[in-house]
């Protein structure tokens, strides 16, 4: 869910950074009005950065994943190496097998 999140912010709060920089030029607004406007902006920038925090997963969480899932694939790899090893003796048999045929 979080990497969703992630792709889904698209840098609005640096287009409504640079609309209230527009808005300031064109309206001269007092220094009142700017301050609002700046502190609307931060207020903003501070919840899609607490949002963004929420979303996110933590270090811990991705190590908890990593393990469930090495924990789950580690058995599979085990059994292929054992099947592998398997193979090969029966090739060995099998080659032993010919020369034995081939001596008769």
Same mark, same amino acid.
């Given at each position: 869910?979080?990497? !969703? ?20 030029? @064109? =309206?001269?607004? +007092?220094?009142? %009005? ?11 920038? +501070? #919840?899609?950065? !607490? #949002? ?14 990593? @393990? #469930?899932?090495? %924990? @789950?694939? !580690? ?13 090969? !003796?029966? #090739? =060995?048999?099998? %080659? ?9």
């Amino acid at each position: 869910m979080w990497c !969703r999140m992630a792709m889904l912010w698209n840098f609005s709060t640096v287009e409504s950074i640079l609309w209230y920089s527009r808005l300031m030029a @064109e =309206q001269k607004l +007092d220094i009142e %009005g700017k301050v609002d406007l700046i502190l609307d902006t931060v207020v903003k920038v +501070d #919840e899609e950065v !607490r #949002e963004i925090k929420e979303t996110m997963a933590t270090k811990d969480y991705v190590d908890a994943v990593k @393990e #469930e899932l090495l %924990g @789950e694939i !580690r058995p599979i790899a085990r059994a292929v190496d054992k099947d592998a090893v398997t193979i090969i !003796r029966h #090739e =060995q048999s099998i %080659g032993q097998i010919k020369k034995h045929l081939a001596l008769k």
